[in-house]
């Protein structure tokens, strides 16, 4: 899946502690001046949105919806409907992209001057532009395709108004993590329902029916995948002012509670692969991916885990580390491939592969 439904900030503050140096963004030093809108896009995109990696799950993600609603109202997918969801969903995760660029302005100013915001590379008003922009197209899509689903694209957008508000509870969620992160989390099923409208509102002029539910409760128990998987790493990886669940809650905690959302997502994949009767092509592909994760995140789970999470660590000390774990931020990351691999596995076997293989 693409970037989060909005960054956690119910953290409390981190210890300072030496870390890795950052890296140096592109075209860090160089004036806005000189840089045109679209090279300075380009640029931001590159850092913080990229196109391409973003992209292409957010085309397995929706085409999911889009072939999992065609199957489920036993019609076939069609090239518009593709189109109109991948756009659409595309926009609703840029939006959001736009809105952490306005929450985050602040700890970024402080804590990392060198992302494209607090640089200068980009101004907030040019970003609220552009995600103005989208939610046009999003708007102009819909009506190209099937104006009953403005409604629903509305109901989106309403939610999301509510989580930039923070529900109007700000304080009270920045002090229980968990119900922040749940909160937000309702984003990504209500944008997966309105990716499966996009489908079957055109065709059968249905757009939701209980049947979906398991589907969409995979999307929010993938979306907890994501949101522990992209804030876990290792404590060689951990900047100040960078909320992390392994900050939080301990490196081996944050793997178990990730390994918690995996057994989640592969339980309602299970629950939504049945409605469509396309269990033969998704058991054996959740077991292989179970698997895999399940050794991927093993080595984190014990206790040496758990005592590599408490020490400080420093350019110039000994950090206990795999030997294959190199020493560049990504490589602390240690659960980005697998919430990748985990993620394409899943929205391929619920939407993609029974168009090829069909199920039983």
């Given at each position: 899946?693409?970037?989060d ?10 210890q300072p ?8 963004p592109?075209n860090v030093g160089?004036?806005r001046a000189?840089?045109?809108l679209?090279k300075?896009?380009w640029?931001?995109?590159k850092?913080?949105?990229?196109l ?5 799950l957010?085309?397995i993600?929706s085409g999911?919806a889009v072939?999992y ?7 076939s997918?069609?090239f518009?409907s593709a189109l109109v ?7 609703f995760?840029w ?15 402080q804590?990392?001057p060198?992302?494209p915001?607090?640089r200068?590379?980009v ?12 939610a046009?197209?999003?708007a102009s ?18 939610y999301f108004?509510?989580?930039c ?7 009270w969620?920045?002090?229980?993590p968990v119900f ?5 989390m309702?984003?990504?099923?209500m944008?997966g ?7 079957t509102?055109?065709?059968t002029g249905?757009?939701?029916n209980?049947?979906l539910i398991?589907?969409?409760l995979?999307?929010?128990?993938n979306?907890l995948?994501?949101?522990i ?8 990886g951990e900047e100040?002012g960078?909320?992390t669940?392994?900050a939080l809650?301990?490196l081996?905690m944050?793997v ?7 057994v989640l997502?592969?339980i309602?994949s299970l629950?939504a692969?049945?409605?469509?009767q396309?269990?033969g092509v998704?058991?054996p592909?959740l077991m292989a991916l179970?698997g895999?994760v399940?050794f991927?995140?093993w080595?984190?789970?014990g206790a040496s885990?758990?005592g590599?999470?408490m020490?400080p660590?420093?350019?110039s000390s000994?950090?206990p580390?795999?030997?294959a774990?190199?020493r ?6 240690l659960?980005d491939g697998?919430t990748?691999?985990?993620?394409l596995?899943?929205y391929?076997?619920?939407g ?6 069909g199920?039983?």
């Amino acid at each position: 899946m693409p970037p989060d439904p909005q960054e956690t900030n119910a953290f409390p503050p981190q210890q300072p502690r030496d870390r890795f140096p950052t890296p140096t963004p592109s075209n860090v030093g160089e004036p806005r001046a000189n840089l045109g809108l679209l090279k300075r896009f380009w640029i931001y995109q590159k850092e913080r949105f990229p196109l391409v990696k973003h992209g292409f799950l957010i085309a397995i993600f929706s085409g999911s919806a889009v072939g999992y609603g065609a199957r489920l109202t036993n019609t076939s997918p069609t090239f518009a409907s593709a189109l109109v969801a991948f756009l659409s969903t595309f926009a609703f995760f840029w939006q959001m992209r736009v809105a952490d660029e306005f929450k985050d302005l602040t700890d970024d100013a402080q804590y990392r001057p060198y992302r494209p915001v607090p640089r200068g590379l980009v101004s907030l008003r040019e970003l609220a532009i552009a995600g103005v922009i989208s939610a046009v197209l999003q708007a102009s899509l819909a009506l190209w395709l099937a104006p009953a689903l403005l409604g629903f694209m509305v109901c989106v957008w309403a939610y999301f108004g509510l989580m930039c508000k923070e529900f109007w509870v700000r304080d009270w969620l920045k002090t229980r993590p968990v119900f922040y992160v749940l909160s937000h989390m309702v984003i990504v099923p209500m944008i997966g329902g309105y990716a499966i409208a996009v489908q079957t509102v055109p065709a059968t002029g249905i757009a939701l029916n209980w049947n979906l539910i398991p589907f969409l409760l995979t999307c929010f128990c993938n979306g907890l995948v994501i949101e522990i998987g992209r804030k876990t790493r290792l404590p060689a990886g951990e900047e100040i002012g960078v909320e992390t669940y392994s900050a939080l809650w301990g490196l081996a905690m944050a793997v178990r509670l990730w390994l918690g959302a995996v057994v989640l997502t592969a339980i309602s994949s299970l629950w939504a692969a049945g409605q469509i009767q396309t269990l033969g092509v998704v058991v054996p592909l959740l077991m292989a991916l179970l698997g895999w994760v399940g050794f991927k995140a093993w080595p984190w789970l014990g206790a040496s885990a758990a005592g590599l999470a408490m020490q400080p660590s420093s350019p110039s000390s000994a950090t206990p580390e795999p030997e294959a774990t190199a020493r560049t931020p990504a490589a602390y990351d240690l659960l980005d491939g697998p919430t990748a691999l985990w993620t394409l596995g899943v929205y391929l076997g619920l939407g993609w592969l029974p168009w090829f293989w069909g199920g039983g």
